[in-house]
């Protein structure tokens, strides 16, 4: 299996940047993608980005531009740079470990509040 854990997301002033880091464990070698996602209040959960081992990227419309995703595969970390944070960024963010088999894992989720 593999466990997630996130670092604390926080309140940042829009404008702001916020670092977020997400450390696999456990059959790390099984996983592919390392993404983030996030859900706000009444919405479903959307994609943020991904980064597949080889270092392939993909990233929402909403982010693009503004967050940066990064992976680092030794110390099997994913991370998310964000910059030029707005309200609507707020949400709880997910970190997301797919495996070669298409399996799902996800991270207990951390909130990011972005203040006006």
């Known amino acids: 299996q593999v466990q997630l854990v996130e670092s604390e997301g926080g309140l940042v002033q829009a404008g702001g940047s916020l670092r977020l880091s997400c450390a696999a464990s456990g059959r790390t070698f099984i996983i592919d993608t390392l993404g983030w996602y996030r859900q706000s209040p009444g919405k479903q959960r959307e994609l943020g980005a991904t980064i597949t081992r080889g270092g392939r990227i993909n990233y929402a419309d909403a982010v693009k531009g503004r967050f940066t995703i990064s992976r680092d595969n030794a110390k099997n970390t994913v991370y998310l740079q964000m910059t030029s944070l707005n309200v609507e960024d707020t949400a709880v963010y997910y970190c997301?470990?797919?495996?070669?088999?298409?399996?799902?894992?996800w991270g207990q989720g951390t909130q990011v509040t972005v203040s006006s």
């Open positions: 997301n470990a797919r495996t070669y088999g298409g399996s799902d894992y």
